[in-house]
């Protein structure tokens, strides 16, 4: 089942993401179901998922196909400037969905979410929750008292700051931080705090804003202190576990 599962997520990545040009994407959204490359792309999945499951199981093939141009179809008729990031997750999970009901449809097997629910599994979900959003509002508490001084205080930037660009490193460094720690590779946690001191260094010599100077450092030493404290009690609880 398992080499059966690879083919046919194989066949999906080739066909989605390895052959199908840019040039194919921008045509297929300005014409729709007009374009030559939709058929084109469709055509190459077809290929791939024959020559991967070696002519085997054509029925399944042919549904996978069918459904592929029926799922594309759909999101080149709904997608806008607004919606084509959501509506290519959408139709992503929807390809996936098929591959998996194919895939039962061959070779049949049980579904056990019992491990889902385990106490190991359900305290890692905990912990990532925690590292991610949980110690953001923490941080946003922390620092609350600085923050309209720092904005006071800053000089206006070249370029100014992505929307919502520092949540979501402060969520990548916590997560890192926090993998790093469970595989034990704590010289890796040095080198990401230097990482993120020369990329920072410049903007902050730039401004001589002592102030956002200060705010930065204080965030950062949140951030990874609580990533670092989180690790630390998870390795912690996880041992207790397997007592």
């Given at each position: 089942m398992m080499l059966?599962?690879?083919?046919?997520?194989?066949?999906?990545?080739?066909?989605?993401?390895?052959?199908?040009p840019a040039h194919w994407v921008a045509d297929k959204l300005q014409k729709k179901g007009r374009s030559k490359y939709l058929y084109f792309h469709i055509g190459v999945h077809a290929l791939a998922l024959l020559l991967l499951l070696q002519f085997q199981h054509l029925g399944a093939i042919a549904v996978i196909v069918v459904t592929h141009y029926g799922i594309d179809l759909g999101k080149l008729?709904?997608?806008?400037?607004?919606?084509?990031?959501?509506?290519?997750?959408?139709?992503?999970?929807?390809?996936?969905?098929?591959?998996?009901?194919?895939?039962?449809?061959?070779?049949?097997?049980?579904?056990?979410?019992?491990?889902?629910?385990s106490e190991s599994t359900l305290l890692l979900i905990t912990f990532l929750a925690f590292v991610t959003y949980v110690c953001g509002i923490i941080m946003r508490m922390l620092l609350a008292p600085y923050i309209d001084e720092v904005a006071k205080s800053d000089e206006p930037g070249e370029g100014?700051?992505?929307?919502?660009?520092?949540?979501?490193?402060?969520?990548?460094?916590?997560?890192?931080?926090?993998?790093?720690i469970l595989i034990q590779q704590w010289a890796a946690i040095g080198l990401l705090i230097a990482a993120k001191s020369v990329f920072r260094f410049g903007d902050l010599n730039k401004g001589k804003n002592r102030k956002l100077t200060e705010y930065v450092l204080i965030g950062t030493l949140l951030?990874?202190?609580?990533?670092?404290?989180?690790?630390?009690?998870?390795?912690?609880l996880a041992d207790l576990l397997k007592a």
């Open positions: 059966l599962a690879l083919k046919l997520i194989l066949a999906h990545f080739v066909g989605d993401f390895v052959l199908q008729t709904l997608t806008n400037p607004k919606n084509y990031r959501w509506l290519f997750v959408v139709d992503q999970v929807l390809h996936l969905l098929v591959l998996f009901g194919v895939l039962y449809w061959i070779s049949p097997f049980a579904l056990d979410f019992s491990a889902v629910f100014g700051s992505l929307k919502n660009a520092g949540t979501y490193i402060g969520m990548l460094e916590r997560l890192f931080v926090f993998g790093f951030s990874f202190g609580l990533a670092i404290l989180s690790g630390m009690l998870y390795l912690y």
